[in-house]
């Protein structure tokens, strides 16, 4: 267990249609990053806030969105769902943005778009 | 645009023997991460190399950072089934937050 807690853990849901996945970062981590995991795409680095800022973009489309809270949630907000939407969203948090530290993975929120 | 590129992409391997897995990636950087991945699970961190010549080991397994060659390797000693997993090196140039992966090593170790 990383720590790291995401929800929902699965989500089915149908074309045009608008998500919300949260996650939870370890206990003092300030860092947030959202991963997208598909077949065809692999592993993907999507955005990352740091304190409640936003630190890094990556390829993240602009139906989605992003936000970190004052508790340091966050919440990643999937708008105009797509059937390649469909993926696993991942979660990752690190104590600081510094270079060296670890990302800790979270469980994952598995989206099924219909 | 960095591109991280594993080889082998699948591979099968008897119990005891040894090999290794390669991660070459296209953009200077001195910092590589190994991950874990289980079937249908999150990824686990394995090592974190910051430094040419870096070399970390953890039960069976090693890896190594050589960052004048762009190449990082894992290498598997003695393998046994629980090892059985998908394995990635993923690259951050951008000082600590974007991570790069590689499409990952599916590895069977059969008994």
Not at chain 1, 85 to 104: I, K, N, P, V
Not at chain 2, 90 to 101: E, M, Q
């Amino acid at each position: 267990d990383s720590g790291v807690t995401q929800t929902p853990k699965h989500l089915i849901t149908a074309t045009g249609q608008r998500v919300t996945l949260r996650c939870s970062p370890r206990s003092g981590d300030l860092s947030v990053y959202w991963y997208q995991q598909s077949l065809d795409q692999g592993l993907q680095f999507l955005i990352q806030y740091y304190n409640g800022e936003e630190r890094a973009k990556g390829n993240i489309l602009e139906r989605f969105s992003a936000q970190q809270f004052p508790d340091l949630h966050s919440e990643l907000n999937l708008s105009s769902l797509e059937l390649g939407d469909s993926a696993l969203y991942f979660c990752a948090s690190s104590a600081t943005s510094w270079e060296s530290d670890t990302q800790y993975f979270g469980p994952g929120t598995r989206l099924t778009v219909l | 645009e960095l591109k991280v590129e594993q080889n082998p992409l699948f591979l099968s391997m008897q119990e005891g023997k040894n090999y290794t897995i390669y991660c070459n990636y296209s953009t200077t950087s001195d910092r590589l991460y190994w991950y874990r991945q289980d079937p249908g699970k999150s990824l686990e961190s394995l090592f974190v190399l910051l430094s040419n010549g870096a070399v970390k080991q953890e039960g069976r397994l090693m890896a190594s950072l050589d960052t004048k060659a762009r190449l990082s390797t894992l290498h598997i000693t003695a393998a046994v089934h629980d090892l059985s997993a998908t394995y990635f090196c993923a690259v951050d140039v951008t000082s600590g937050s974007r991570l790069t992966f590689g499409e990952g090593t599916q590895l069977t170790v059969n008994p």
